[in-house]
């Protein structure tokens, strides 16, 4: 993209705009993960039938992910995030028309796409208002994520409590959650291609700094993907508690991973990515640790505290190194997503497989080994560090700050 100068005012109005958009992301994803049940009713599919239509989101988003450069060399930055975000939003109905398997599986692979496109383009903006302000804001968008997640989680909860049908819920919040998307884009920063950038190809491999990059957050969506899906059966299954105290573990660390990314970024400004991520690593290793060893529910809680408190800032701190770890920002992030994208769908079917060859609690030991591995790949992250533009004060030149380099 062309280097537009904006003023500070500019450059901070659009941070929240960003954090407005990642907030709306994640209200879709959790307004879709609570309506699940009713998806599999009407649709009538087998439990193994519903956990390969569930495949077909990360599927879609693979594919389509690199496409958002494409369409954002294209249109220009705001109204790419613009149409891909509101595309997103309004796939969130598409599920719950599903009436058969091959539907559903064809809903879910539209939705995943859209997701996937949409983040890379908010996430590439994250990354350019981080640089103009000289300072990590990565983790703080993310936590917005996890917060409007939150947020469509607990609207769907009381959905679904309340008996209504999924169909009339998802158009509702599509609708809603589209227009406060279209409001939060209009003070997002408007970045285009200059004359002479080439256009990124439509399909590419991620660049090599972007696998290095990915590996760091394939170790960490590998441990959320686990805790989410399988603490409750943990604590269920291997310390016999009950349903209610199991249930309340996974919304824990939930809530504690949207903490600890609302706070990082004060963190990794003091101490910088590496470090930050090499103590996240020690800490979601202590905290696998715990997992494994626990005779005790407390303790088994204690640890997935730990693993989420050690991993919730890694993923934003990747997708920000690779935005500043070459020329094309969209394609290394994409590059990132695609990598993270695929820990988070192998994960739970992995630690499903090892447990059922072996025990759960071997599973958990693989998942303190990646957390180890977020101590010894944290370097690459250094990579993607390097001398952020400075925004102008307010009232400065408007000539200067409509200037392309």
């Known amino acids: 993209m062309g280097e537009v100068v904006y003023d500070e005012r500019t450059v901070r109005r659009a941070r929240y ?19 699940v049940p009713w998806i599999q ?61 091959w539907t559903l599986c064809l809903a879910l692979f539209v939705y995943g796409a859209t997701a996937g496109m949409a983040d890379v383009a908010m996430n590439a903006l994250g990354v350019d208002v ?41 158009a509702l919040a599509a ?7 279209l409001v939060a884009c209009q003070w997002v920063l408007d970045l285009r291609p200059t004359q002479d950038e080439e256009p990124p190809p439509h399909f590419a491999l991620p660049p090599r700094s972007a696998l290095l990059i990915g590996a760091v957050g394939f170790c960490a969506v590998f441990a959320e993907g686990a805790s989410i899906d399988w603490s409750a059966v943990y604590l269920r299954d291997q310390l016999g508690t009950s349903a209610g105290l199991a249930a309340a573990c996974t919304t824990a660390f939930m809530l504690t991973m949207a903490l600890a990314r609302i706070a990082g970024d004060a963190i990794v400004n003091r101490y910088g990515a590496v470090r930050t991520v090499r103590a996240g690593g ?30 919730a800032v ?35 079917s992995a630690i499903g497989t090892l447990a059922q060859a072996t025990s759960l609690m071997v599973s958990f030991g693989l998942v303190m080994f990646l957390a180890c591995g977020l101590v010894v790949l944290a370097g690459v992250l250094r990579s993607g560090e390097r001398d952020r533009p400075k925004v102008t004060a307010p009232g400065g030149d408007p000539a200067a700050q409509r200037a392309r380099s």
């Open 314 to 348: 890694v993923v934003p701190l990747c997708f920000a190194a690779a935005g500043r770890s070459g020329p094309n920002a969209s394609l290394a992030i994409a590059g990132v997503a695609t990598i993270t994208y695929t820990s988070g769908l192998i994960a739970p």
């Open 17 to 35: 705009a960003v954090a407005a958009v990642f907030a709306v992301h994640g209200a879709v994803t959790g307004s879709f993960a609570t309506r």
């Open 175 to 181: 609708v809603t959650l589209t227009v406060l998307a």
């Open 41 to 101: 009713d009407h649709a009538s599919v087998s439990p193994g039938e519903l956990g390969l239509a569930l495949a077909f989101p990360a599927f879609g988003a693979s594919v389509a992910m690199p496409l958002a450069g494409r369409i954002s060399h294209s249109f220009g930055a705001r109204t790419a995030l613009r149409g891909l975000i509101s595309l997103w939003t309004l796939a969130l109905v598409l599920p719950s028309l599903a009436p058969n398997l």
């Open 130 to 170: 981080e640089n103009r302000l000289g300072k990590s804001i990565m983790s703080g968008l993310h936590g917005m994520w996890s917060v409007g997640a939150l947020t469509g989680s607990a609207a769907g909860t009381l959905a679904a409590h309340l008996g209504s049908d999924a169909r009339l819920h998802h």
């Open 282 to 311: 020690v800490l979601a290793a202590l905290g696998g640790l715990l997992v494994v060893v626990a005779g005790h529910p407390a303790v088994a809680m204690a640890g997935f505290a730990l693993m989420g408190l050690g991993i």
